[in-house]
């Protein structure tokens, strides 16, 4: 089972384990928490990777919020960020690589 399915199935697992039948009525949440939680490898939520800023949970949007001009250079700056974030996550996640191996090695005698 790969690693995110795992981890839907784990994190469901907890929340649905009072109704087990009712798994499906957790899984948009599940997910969401999943894709806005910063991971360990790349330090970054895979939210803010995709979009160039962090999630806005609907408690913390305003009900009188609008649309405005002004987001054309709001996503323009999230797309600068994500942009160079690129860069800091490639590196994290070659040192997370760079430290699986050194365990490796060190469990095996220097043999992969």
Excluded: C
């Excluded at 949007?61 to 600068?80: F, L, P, Q």
């Amino acid at each position: 089972m790969p690693v995110f399915e795992f981890s839907i199935f784990r994190s469901l697992n907890k929340m649905a384990a009072d109704h087990p039948k009712d798994w499906d009525q957790y899984l948009q949440s599940t997910k969401f928490a999943l894709r806005t939680k910063k991971q360990l490898t790349t330090k970054y939520s895979p939210y803010f990777l995709m979009f160039g800023r962090e999630a806005r949970y609907p408690s913390e949007v305003n009900e009188e919020y609008e649309a405005t001009h002004d987001m054309e250079e709001e996503t323009s700056e999230g797309i600068r960020k994500r942009d160079s974030a690129y860069e800091e996550v490639k590196h994290n996640v070659k040192k997370s690589q760079d430290k699986v191996q050194k365990r490796k090695r060190a469990r095996t005698g220097g043999q992969l």
